[in-house]
């Protein structure tokens, strides 16, 4: 079956714009997760939806940063003002269920900030 | 809060030669710990995983013990082939109601041939 997709794989732009990354979870899954990778490191959590609601973003670092699941399927993570230091990749996972079940991660969303 | 420390790489073996790839934890509570890769232009996968003291997670000839005592969950290969080069993180889940992940850096490995 279909896993996790996330658009566009890779998103340049310039400092100061607006960007939103789009996320596709696996079919019936109720929990999405988003973290960012930086070049070297391991991801880091954002942001973690139960359904449709935020149930924990502390790791959104500022609020430039905002994540959206209106109808609890796709989410959209979406950065204002964008920064240099916000360049990384931007993995998005979803996990079925409560409890202990396994996240699975999508490819990644590669943003540039020029 | 929850840290994963793994070992800085690159890690450079040959082909069969035995893998050990370090990973210690501080968490509160009673963790899960796994062991997640990543393949060249792939994203990132599940390897193997432990969720209690003592368990330990295997796939694919990769084996991991979680050792509450040293607060680590090591991996390790006894013989490695050049289709493992990939980066790998540890990784651990505290028991809090999200069960977000919390990574360690990531260690590259490179077999050659």
């Known amino acids: 079956g279909a896993g996790v997709s996330q658009t566009p794989s890779n998103k340049v732009t310039e400092k100061g714009k607006y960007v939103e990354l789009r996320c596709d979870p696996i079919?019936?899954?109720?929990?999405l997760y988003w973290y960012r990778q930086s070049l070297g490191q391991g991801p880091e959590f954002l942001i973690y939806?139960?359904?449709?609601?935020?149930?924990?973003d502390s790791g959104l670092p500022n609020d430039r940063f905002f994540a959206v699941r209106p109808e609890g399927s796709v989410s959209t993570l979406k950065i204002q003002r964008t920064e240099r230091g916000d360049s990384a990749v931007y993995l998005c996972?979803?996990?079925?269920?409560?409890?202990?079940?396994?996240?699975?991660f999508g490819p990644g969303t590669r943003l540039t900030v020029l | 809060g929850n840290s994963v420390t793994q070992m800085e790489g690159p890690v450079t073996l040959s082909e069969e030669a035995f893998l050990t790839i370090n990973c210690t934890y501080t968490?509160?509570?009673?963790?899960?710990l796994f062991w997640y890769v990543q393949y060249p232009g792939e994203g990132l996968q599940l390897l193997l995983k432990?969720?209690?003291?003592?368990d330990k997670g295997s796939n694919k000839g990769f084996e991991a013990t979680y050792r509450k005592e040293t607060t680590s969950f090591h991996l390790e290969k006894g013989s490695v082939q050049v289709s493992d080069s990939a980066v790998y993180f540890c990784?651990?889940?505290?028991?809090?109601?999200?069960?977000?992940?919390?990574f360690g850096g990531g260690t590259r490995l490179m077999v050659k041939p």
């Open positions: 939806f139960q359904g449709t609601g935020a149930a924990d």
């Open positions: 432990a969720t209690k003291a003592d």
């Open positions: 079919s019936g899954h109720t929990a």
């Open positions: 968490a509160t509570g009673y963790p899960s």
């Open positions: 990784a651990l889940r505290g028991d809090n109601a999200g069960n977000m992940l919390t």
């Open positions: 996972a979803s996990r079925a269920g409560a409890g202990n079940n396994e996240q699975f």
